[in-house]
């Protein structure tokens, strides 16, 4: 589940795919112009960023790769996928130049969108060299290193994935399915027992010496997945 921005004047077309991408358990914010759009891009504190934004090339006032370049100026590190109806070569530049990390052109197939949107959220955040911390839980994703205290935990790539991901998303339930859907290649097969194992495994590390007996970890919510708590 992913928290979404979409920001467009189109009303049918905002209502088409909002509804799609609510189908498949997305969380979705709309905005109808750019100045509404840097509102709440404004709102939002660091832990509680949108996972990807969806910007309409041709807003009101603002247009989308204006409000994209705002963004970045800003420091805003979610990925931005803008969306217009030229498929003209130098505005796909312009739009990436703007700091934009995708572009589709409209009409566009729904199912190709989902696949695009689902690329761009398996990306590693490109905000990655700031530190998270929870209690004495702390990961330099930069190094991608972890310490518990003043205590190195050396993890497996997929270990140190799901702990970032699980740390950036606290407090949130994920079920194995998304987890696989955000942290895994589409097209690598990846079965829920192998992400209980990782998350065992993860448990066991994060816990390894008395003093790391308390404090933040992972949880299980039985019969829908897992949470990170604080």
Same mark, same amino acid.
């Given at each position: 589940?992913?928290?979404? #921005?979409?920001?467009?004047?189109?009303?049918?077309?905002?209502?088409?795919?909002?509804?799609?991408?609510?189908?498949?358990?997305?969380?979705?914010?709309?905005? +109808?112009? =750019?100045?509404?759009?840097?509102?709440? #891009?404004?709102?939002?504190?660091?832990?509680?960023?949108?996972?990807?934004?969806?910007?309409?090339?041709?807003?009101? %006032?603002?247009?989308?790769? $204006?409000?994209?370049?705002?963004?970045?100026?800003?420091? =805003?590190?979610?990925?931005?996928?803008?969306?217009?109806?030229? !498929? $003209?070569?130098?505005?796909? %530049? @312009? *739009?990436?130049?703007?700091?934009?990390? $995708?572009?589709?052109?409209?009409?566009?197939?729904? %199912?190709?969108? @989902?696949?695009?949107?689902? %690329?761009?959220?398996?990306? /590693?955040?490109?905000?990655?060299? #700031?530190?998270?911390?929870? =209690?004495?839980?702390?990961?330099?994703?930069?190094?991608?290193? *972890?310490?518990?205290?003043?205590? /190195?935990?050396?993890?497996?790539?997929?270990?140190?994935?799901?702990?970032?991901?699980?740390?950036?998303?606290?407090?949130?339930?994920? @079920?194995? !399915?998304?987890?696989?859907?955000?942290?895994?290649?589409? $097209?690598?097969?990846?079965?829920?027992?192998?992400?209980?194992?990782?998350?065992?495994?993860?448990?066991?590390?994060?816990?390894? @010496?008395?003093?790391?007996?308390?404090?933040?970890? #992972?949880?299980?919510?039985?019969?829908?997945?897992? +949470?990170?708590?604080?």
């Amino acid at each position: 589940m992913a928290h979404i #921005l979409i920001v467009d004047d189109d009303n049918d077309f905002l209502s088409l795919v909002a509804a799609n991408l609510v189908a498949q358990d997305h969380r979705i914010v709309t905005a +109808k112009s =750019g100045l509404d759009a840097l509102g709440l #891009l404004a709102e939002q504190a660091p832990e509680q960023a949108f996972d990807l934004i969806m910007l309409d090339i041709e807003l009101p %006032a603002i247009k989308g790769t $204006d409000v994209c370049r705002s963004y970045r100026d800003a420091s =805003g590190q979610s990925p931005v996928l803008m969306v217009g109806v030229s !498929d $003209d070569d130098e505005l796909k %530049a @312009s *739009v990436l130049d703007a700091g934009a990390d $995708d572009y589709m052109t409209k009409p566009l197939d729904l %199912a190709e969108l @989902s696949s695009r949107i689902r %690329a761009l959220l398996r990306r /590693p955040p490109t905000f990655a060299g #700031l530190n998270l911390k929870a =209690g004495d839980l702390t990961i330099d994703a930069r190094s991608l290193s *972890v310490r518990r205290g003043d205590m /190195p935990i050396v993890l497996l790539p997929k270990e140190y994935a799901l702990l970032e991901f699980f740390m950036r998303h606290p407090n949130q339930v994920f @079920s194995t !399915d998304l987890l696989i859907n955000r942290l895994w290649p589409a $097209d690598e097969s990846i079965s829920p027992e192998t992400i209980r194992t990782h998350i065992k495994n993860l448990r066991k590390k994060l816990t390894m @010496s008395p003093a790391c007996k308390t404090g933040s970890k #992972l949880a299980t919510v039985h019969g829908i997945g897992y +949470k990170f708590e604080p």
